[in-house]
């Protein structure tokens, strides 16, 4: 599924890309990762995929997934999705025994839409579920990394995916905050990351980026094919993008 999903995201995205100052947790971390992150559209799916075999080939990635979303895509569940009913206190219940059971492993990896729901990279506050603050408790072994996403049209006819990782907390440090202190800690860990990105997002400045995969470049079909053929009668190598690396 990530080489599906790597296809895809080519095919219909400009590209996926890290600001320079991204540096994503370590792969050796002896214990358990929780990786929480908002979510601003439907591709937030893909590029958790992505970076999760690109970045984490050799650990085992789970992430919860809105119950009624999941029954309508249940490919989802056989790659490491399991089911919360985001709207009862029972749904919480079973997200922090599958939490529980998930972190009990050294070696996976909690992708969280911390959120709980689609929400514009502009809104604040961003309005974390608490469950999330909770975990510490469960995992004091565990790194807690803030991840922000955003897309953005630049110059080429699809959008540029973005994502940017900031700095670690450990678990035993958010464990020793009251519940209500520590959720602070981990919303404000995020947005700080999100600012940060937006930030550079809207220079629009390729240079400030390292890309994680390119997309396909240019507008397509028989436009590009006659510039193609145009670029090869004149001797010319044919540079598909609306603006050439070089110029």
């Known amino acids: 599924m990530v080489a599906w999903f790597d296809r895809y995201l080519r095919r219909h995205l400009d590209g996926l ?26 591709w937030d799916a893909a590029v958790v995929i992505l970076l999760a075999g690109k970045l984490y080939p050799g650990r085992d990635h789970r992430a919860p997934f809105d119950a009624a979303m999941l029954a309508k895509y249940k490919i989802f569940e056989r790659m490491g999705a399991f089911g919360v009913d985001l709207e009862t206190a029972r749904g919480g219940a079973q997200f922090l025994a599958a939490a529980r059971t998930i972190l009990s492993d050294p070696k996976a990896v909690l992708w969280i839409t911390a959120q709980g729901r689609f929400q514009d990279v502009r809104v604040r506050p ?24 955003e897309y953005a049209f630049w110059e080429e006819r699809g959008a540029e995916a973005f994502a940017a990782f900031g700095p670690p907390m450990t678990g035993a440090d958010l464990a020793a905050l009251p519940r209500a202190e520590r959720l602070a800690r981990l919303e404000g ?17 390729p240079e400030r980026f390292r890309p994680i995969l390119a997309g396909k470049k240019g507008v397509g079909g028989l436009y590009d094919l006659w510039r193609r053929i145009a670029a090869r009668l004149r001797g010319r190598s044919f540079d598909p993008a609306h603006r050439s690396p070089t110029r």
């Open 17 to 42: 890309s890290q600001p320079l100052w991204s540096v994503p947790p370590p792969a050796g971390h002896p214990g358990p990762l929780v990786i929480y992150c908002n979510h601003p559209a439907w």
């Open 126 to 149: 961003l309005g974390l579920r608490p469950g999330v603050a909770r975990l510490p408790e469960l995992a004091p072994g565990a790194l807690f990394v803030p991840l922000s996403l």
């Open 189 to 205: 860990a995020l947005t700080d990351t999100l600012d940060r990105l937006g930030a550079d997002v809207m220079t629009r400045e």
